[in-house]
């Protein structure tokens, strides 16, 4: 059983900072991409940036310059930094891995519970 945790979201003032993670457990032959994604109220769910094994990374155009995605394979987690904040970027923010549960598994993508990030103007 594969599991997602997202950790770090919370309520920040615009232009503030805020750091996700998300750690990967369970049975884990290979994990490949990585990403995060975001879904404010009423709206669908969006990618906010993606990072492959090899990292390759790419950001939805209204985070760059702003959100950084990283991954630390030996912890198994992925990471978001979020700077300079706006109120557009509330949302709950999910992460998301594709992963090979064993070597003679199918690739399966897997997701978080999801963390609130809500920004105050």
């Known amino acids: 059983q594969v599991q997602l945790v997202e950790s770090g979201g919370g309520l920040v003032q615009a232009g503030g900072s805020l750091r996700l993670s998300c750690a990967v457990s369970?049975?884990?032959?290979?994990?490949?991409?990585m990403g995060w994604y975001r879904q404010a109220p009423g709206k669908q769910r969006d990618l906010v940036a993606t990072?492959?094994?090899?990292?390759?990374?790419n950001y939805a155009d209204s985070v760059k310059g702003r959100f950084t995605i990283s991954r630390d394979n030996a912890k198994k987690t992925v990471y978001l930094q979020m700077n300079s904040l706006k109120p557009g970027d509330t949302a709950v923010y999910f992460c998301?891995?594709?992963?090979?549960?064993?070597?003679?598994?199918?690739?399966?993508?897997?997701w978080g519970q999801g963390t609130q990030v809500t920004v105050s103007s």
């Open positions: 998301n891995a594709e992963i090979y549960s064993s070597w003679f598994s199918v690739l399966s993508t897997y």
């Open positions: 369970g049975s884990i032959f290979s994990i490949k991409t």
């Open positions: 990072i492959t094994s090899g990292d390759n990374i």
